[in-house]
């Protein structure tokens, strides 16, 4: 095996922790306790422990020294309970003649190095780089501690870093501390072996266990008596540790240890908890660990909240937790923000978004997993841990956002996975986290929870009305809603009359540039025409604020478009201006956002997707007008854009002006003064699909067996409680069976045959691939006859057809095709691709004809003609990597594109998992396996593995790429302050973001591999003797 990865000081201790504390509990008791009672459990460890075995296997291929000391468990166990046998009796001796001339090497190590610290230091230095079978402790039984206690025993170990750690005010029993600490840490680290340069694993596994052998062989027979009478003791302590940790308490910080707030503090600038949050974190269901949704206005801090109530889940419960955000952008910026306290506070942070994440995640022995997932992830998590019955180990879910449970189909997706959580493991705790609600009652009854609301805001918002020129205080409890407060003071030229009619910039010039500024628009035109409209009368003195650092951000927006720049951008960048809407690339949206946090820019016109959970305050939030594309405001959307305003830290107050004509005076006091909406079940939501689904899942994975079981299932989802409003004319029951009779006909489930059950049902080979790849229920069909025919006659010399198979359905109906654009593009095609073309139903006649306008009398298939026109945008995207000139090329913006891009990705990783499941499509595997990479790093291939780091992406990759961070390893060993001076515009912040995120992605692979190596050598069970 590569050990590459043990360059790193950090990573090699971390992984010497993982091969050794894979070992059982009974282990540590054993070398504490007298040798009677050790005799004993080795005997109870030979027959249970398979690790004992799959050793024993190890040394049919190694020599007789090596045998039987193949662990320093199982030797200390051994000694005693191997006593009657003669020939181990032998094989022992062998090993003590080995172990002795071992031990005059270490002596002379230990002797040598003693006297000179320098010469300690080193040794632990070189340990640090040492290979994975390295000692990290002398004394091995502390290997078997769960990671927090292996922590302490570190401490112990080492004094200083006691300190430093302040695990003196942790609730951790002082006794086993004072008996410990009698070690002198010197002595401990001298013992350490030297290490050597990398080996073969093969060679590793040699001298650990010769290694093992040497050590035991040092424990004399006094020293044993000692260790005896000390193991009392020990034992005693060991006890209290466990007692302490299984109440779930490690320390003084809400039960976690005084590090998790000094981390805050650092990594977050957090200095102390709200006087809600302190409540909140007291309420008697977190300490029962009951179900809880708590609810606060925007930027009321609900995060930290969730996110130390996570760390108590991993750290003292030793539980995995998921924490389910409702976007993409936001995963990855939280995979890039909890990182840091991952590598911290020892545990995984894996990444579930678009096609990252694994299904079913990778079994960690050593370390507890945050999973932070997508809705859609996290259903196809939950999902994959019930198929392999792991589900017992998500000790805690939390979901941000709960209102999504009304989104639509991503509302019913998030459904699903809560009512399953609910139903097949009845010990997780559920935590709700949600802007004001209108009916917080059903979501209660409905995942069995408690309620905390509070109204804090950390800053005072003052909601204000603009009607002609005067500004209106918002006062929903007065009769008429709003109080005049004052004039608006402007002096506006008729010409400047005539472009601003509606004031916007005397409301911003009140504020900017030394404060910032949001402004929401109804469209993303109007985000553009905003912005450039406002730089047009800007003084001229606003180009020289902050003037330099404006330049850097064009450089980089121009570089990231390879060399192209959007020209509404670079208008309005060099003013402090920018517009910020879905059309623009993600790299582009990451600067503009960046400098705005930063104050280099001061103000973005917006869409109201920049007031979802991305946390960009401003000192002012304007609202253009109450419209979101053609529709009337809703109360939820008001909230969430007002609730932006006032920074926490920085502005005593907050404002926000909503811009109103006279025809919308009426409804605008419905929406200031209105109660919060509801949030409905969308199971029944676009043809009951969700429902369809649903029960296409449970019975695939034999959560529900029959028709009774699936009611039953039911009658635990949201959607039960809302049954009299959601569906008044038929009953959920109702609705159920007939939903299963759908599925029946549409061939997904049938009657199971053989099984002892009645009325039993079984989901179909095409059912278990819909649910498998989470397809679409409508477009199940289809797929399977669309991959059929593909492999017919799969044109495999270009990536054409395959990137048709995998171009998402649901998108077609999103973009109309240019037939000229298509024509043209079309006949760049090569003559074998354009076969493909027609054998799928896309002849070139028929494009030709459309471009020239003439009227064709064949019929055509829509859905095809769409879909190849899409195919051929990710067909060109794939070969030239340039998003800038397709999406030039097809007219289409940029930031359609990238979404085109990113869901044909997530798409290509669903269609994978639906053929996977059908044997008649075993060549897709590879293909696609390939395609979905291609797909979700569509850059010079030396890019991938930079793009690899959560949130890093294309143009940061590109910079890095060229200061000479070329791999993850590279990354993961950066120094933050060099990585600032390396590469332009990257602040500390976000460099420390950068190696966090590259250490964790780098002890994620290793310790996958680390997992494979450890599954090849175990013996099985069940291994015929
Ligand atoms: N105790 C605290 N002291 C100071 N700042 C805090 C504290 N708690 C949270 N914050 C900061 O407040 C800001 C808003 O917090 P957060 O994003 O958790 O709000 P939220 O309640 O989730 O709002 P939204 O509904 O908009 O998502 C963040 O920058 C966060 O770091
Ligand atoms: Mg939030």
Same mark, same amino acid.
């Not at 930027?299 to 609900?302: D, L, P, Q, R, V």
């Not at 017919?792 to 990536?799: K, Q, V």
């Given at each position: 095996m590569n050990t590459d990865v043990d360059n790193s000081c950090g990573i090699a201790v971390k992984r010497n922790a993982w091969s050794s504390k894979k070992r059982s509990r009974e282990g540590v008791r054993s070398n504490f306790t007298p040798a009677k009672k050790r005799q004993s459990a080795l005997v109870e460890k030979c027959i249970a422990n398979p690790e004992h075995s799959a050793v024993s296997q190890i040394k049919t291929e190694e020599n007789r020294v090596e045998q039987c000391c193949s662990d320093n468990e199982d030797l200390f166990d051994g000694y005693d309970s191997i006593i009657g046998d003669s020939s181990f009796l032998a094989k022992l001796e062998d090993v003590e003649q080995k172990a002795e001339q071992h031990d005059v090497v270490t002596t002379n190590v230990c002797y040598d190095s003693l006297p000179s610290k320098n010469a300690v230091k080193q040794s632990c230095e070189e340990d640090l780089t040492d290979s994975i079978f390295t000692e990290e402790f002398p004394d091995t039984s502390l290997r078997d501690f769960p990671s927090s206690q292996l922590a302490f025993q570190q401490d112990v170990s080492n004094p200083q870093r006691q300190c430093s750690l302040g695990m003196e005010s942790t609730s951790t029993p002082d006794v086993k501390h004072s008996k410990l600490t009698s070690v002198p840490a010197e002595t401990l680290n001298a013992k350490k072996p030297v290490p050597k340069a990398r080996r073969s694993m093969t060679d590793q596994l040699k001298r650990a266990m010769l290694e093992n052998a040497g050590t035991s062989n040092r424990i004399s027979k006094t020293a044993l008596q000692k260790e005896a009478a000390m193991s009392e003791e020990i034992s005693v302590a060991m006890q209290t540790i466990e007692s302490v940790s299984k109440e779930g308490d490690l320390g003084p910080f809400f039960g976690l240890p005084s590090k998790v707030k000094d981390l805050i503090m650092r990594l977050k600038g957090i200095q102390d908890l709200y006087e809600w949050q302190k409540a909140c974190l007291d309420l008697d269901s977190v300490k029962q660990r009951t179900n809880l949704i708590y609810s606060l206005p925007t930027?009321?801090?609900?995060t930290l909240v969730a996110e130390i109530l996570i760390f108590k889940e991993l750290l003292c419960k030793k539980k995995d937790a998921m924490l389910i955000l409702p976007y993409v952008a936001l995963v990855q910026e939280k995979v890039r923000g909890l990182a840091s306290f991952g590598i911290e506070l020892d545990f995984m942070v894996e990444e579930y978004a678009g096609s990252k994440g694994k299904f079913p995640p990778v079994k960690r022995r050593t370390k507890n997993s945050l999973y932070i997932t997508t809705l859609e992830k996290g259903h196809s998590l939950v999902n994959s841990l019930i198929e392999t019955k792991r589900l017992d180990n998500i000790g805690l879910v939390v979901v941000d956002e709960l209102h999504m449970l009304g989104d639509g189909s991503r509302g019913a997706i998030l459904e699903m996975t809560l009512a399953k959580l609910l139903y097949s493991n009845k010990s997780s705790q559920i935590i709700g986290m949600s802007a004001t609600l209108g009916n917080i009652g059903d979501l209660q009854r409905f995942l069995r929870a408690e309620n905390y609301t509070n109204d804090f805001r950390p800053v005072e918002l003052k909601e204000y009305v603009k009607l002609r020129d005067s500004i209106y205080e918002v006062e929903p409890k007065e009769e008429e809603c709003f109080r005049f407060s004052r004039l608006l003071a402007f002096k506006y030229s008729s010409g400047m009359q005539k472009m601003d009619p509606d004031h916007i910039i005397a409301l911003v010039t009140e504020v900017i540039p030394q404060q910032s500024c949001l402004v929401f628009c109804a469209t993303k035109k109007n985000c553009e025409n905003v912005a450039g409209m406002i730089c047009k009368y800007l003084h001229k003195d606003f180009l020289r604020h902050r003037e330099k650092e404006k330049a850097n951000l064009l450089a980089e927006l121009r570089n990231g478009g390879n060399g192209s720049l959007c020209p509404v951008l670079q208008r309005t960048v060099p003013f402090g201006l920018a517009y910020h809407h879905s059309g623009l690339t993600t790299d582009e949206r990451r600067l503009v956002e960046e400098a705005y946090s930063s104050g280099v820019l001061c103000l973005l016109a917006c869409t109201s997707t920049l007031a979802a959970g991305i946390n960009l305050p401003a000192r002012r939030v304007i609202l253009r007008s109450p419209y979101v594309g053609a529709d009337f405001l809703k109360r939820s959307q008001y909230k969430q854009m007002v609730g932006r305003a006032g920074r926490a830290g920085i502005d005593s107050v907050g404002e926000s002006i909503l811009i109103l004509q006279d025809k919308d005076k009426d409804m605008v006091k419905k929406l200031v003064s209105a109660p919060m909406e509801k949030c409905y079940s969308n199971l029944l939501h676009d043809g009951s699909k969700g429902l369809l689904s649903l029960i296409l899942s449970l019975i695939g994975l034999n959560v529900t067996r029959s028709a009774e079981q699936v009611v039953d299932f039911m009658s635990g989802t949201l959607l039960s409680v809302q049954e009299t409003q959601a569906c008044p004319q038929k009953s959920l029951k109702e609705l159920t069976l007939e939903s299963i009779e759908i599925l029946k006909q549409k061939g997904l489930i049938e009657a199971a045959l053989?099984?002892?059950?009645?009325?039993s049902l079984q989901v179909t080979r095409l059912g278990r691939a819909t649910y498998k790849g989470s397809v679409d229920l409508s477009y199940c069909d289809v797929l399977y006859k669309d991959l059929s025919k593909g492999l017919?006659? =799969?044109? =495999?010399?270009?990536?054409l057809h395959l990137v048709y198979l995998v171009t998402p359905y649901d998108l077609v109906s999103q973009c109309k095709p240019d037939w000229m654009i298509y024509f043209t593009q079309f006949a760049k095609l090569s003559p074998a691709e354009q076969k493909m073309a027609a054998t799928i139903g896309v002849p070139e006649s028929f494009v030709a004809r459309k471009a020239a306008g003439q009227s064709v009398r064949k019929s055509v298939d829509t859905l095809v003609v769409n879909r190849l026109y899409l195919a051929l945008v990710l067909y060109f995207l794939l070969r030239e990597t340039n998003l800038w000139s397709v999406s030039d090329r097809f007219q289409l913006t940029r930031g359609f594109v990238q979404t085109l891009l990113s869901s044909a990705s997530a798409f290509c990783s669903c269609v994978l998992h639906f053929t996977e499941e059908l044997e008649e499509f075993w060549a897709y595997k590879a293909l696609l396996t390939e395609l979905t990479r291609r797909l979700t790093y569509c850059v010079q291939a030396e890019l991938i593995p930079l793009m690899e780091v959560a949130g890093v992406m294309e143009l940061r990759a590109k910079q890095l790429y060229n200061a000479g961070y070329k791999t993850l390893a590279h990354l993961a060993n950066a120094d933050p302050n060099v990585l600032v001076k390396k590469v332009e515009n990257l602040f500390k912040k976000q460099a420390n973001q950068i190696v966090a995120s590259a250490k964790m992605l780098l002890q994620e692979k290793a310790e996958a591999l680390q997992e494979e190596f450890d599954d090849l050598l175990m013996l099985p069970v069940d291994l015929p003797s």
């Open positions: 930027s009321g801090g609900k053989d099984t002892p059950f009645e009325a017919e006659g =799969l044109l =495999l010399n270009s990536f």
